[in-house]
């Protein structure tokens, strides 16, 4: 199957930082990528979608200020979390969308702040 | 508003016990559904997908779910379990805007 991958799998950053995901679609282009959140013992809550050339359309109560998302090319979708306060923290994964409709997940990227 | 709910946090069985693990949904139109999994330490695999025709799918490593639109539930099913599938299982609904809802996830531990 297509190949989705996030960098970093893993970031501890201090408060007040920001912080950036990125998410690659290794071998097709995705014209549309999306962004969940995970808690602890929670399900995946999607927090935005990004189309290519556009802006991303958020999910009621993402604040979007602090979800930076960026869909430069086919192939990557970027997030920013800026100004990262310790209930950030999370388990962030992207999916991107083939061409036949499925959705490819990425590893997932856990950000710690401290 | 789609939702998805897993009925069971956490399930331990034993080697060759047999696997059923509920998920109900609500949504208003058509949908297409959803079993991933997610092994420790790995990102979501598909394990299948229900779009329309059979109710009965079948997926990956002998696993398989029913469709009953009735009962607005898709379940997922294997006869037989073995170590190797301890691991998250999330069910999720996809609408028509191909936002995908999911589950809160379903937790197996299978022991040798």
């Known amino acids: 199957g297509a190949v989705v991958s996030q960098h970093p799998s893993w970031v501890i950053c201090k408060s007040g930082t920001s912080v950036k995901i990125e998410c690659r679609s290794l071998?097709?282009?995705?014209?549309?990528m999306f962004w969940y959140r995970q808690f602890p013992k929670q399900s995946l809550m999607l927090m935005a979608t990004?189309?290519?050339?556009?802006?991303?359309?958020?999910e009621q109560g993402v604040e979007k200020d602090k979800f930076l998302i960026n869909h430069a090319s086919l192939t990557l979708s970027t997030l920013t979390v800026t100004s990262a306060h310790p209930e950030d923290s999370s388990f962030y994964i992207c999916s991107a969308r083939g061409t036949s409709g499925e959705l490819f997940f990425g590893e997932g990227s856990r950000l710690t702040v401290l | 508003a789609q939702s998805v709910s897993q009925h069971n946090h956490h399930v331990i069985l034993s080697e060759a016990a047999s696997l059923e693990l509920g998920c109900n949904y609500s949504?208003?139109?058509?949908?297409?559904l959803f079993w991933y999994v997610q092994y420790p330490g790995q990102h979501l695999q598909l394990l299948l997908k229900?779009?329309?025709?059979?109710?009965l799918v079948k997926g990956i490593k002998g696993f398989e779910a029913e469709f009953i639109k009735s009962k607005f539930s898709f379940n997922l099913r294997k006869p037989s379990v073995q170590w190797s599938d301890t691991a998250e299982y999330f069910c999720?609904?996809?609408?028509?805007?191909?936002?995908?809802?999911f589950g809160k996830g379903t937790l197996l531990t299978v022991n040798p």
């Open positions: 229900y779009f329309s025709g059979d109710p």
């Open positions: 990004s189309n290519e050339g556009s802006k991303a359309t958020y």
């Open positions: 071998d097709f282009q995705a014209t549309t």
């Open positions: 999720a609904v996809r609408g028509s805007n191909y936002k995908l809802t």
């Open positions: 949504y208003g139109g058509t949908v297409n």
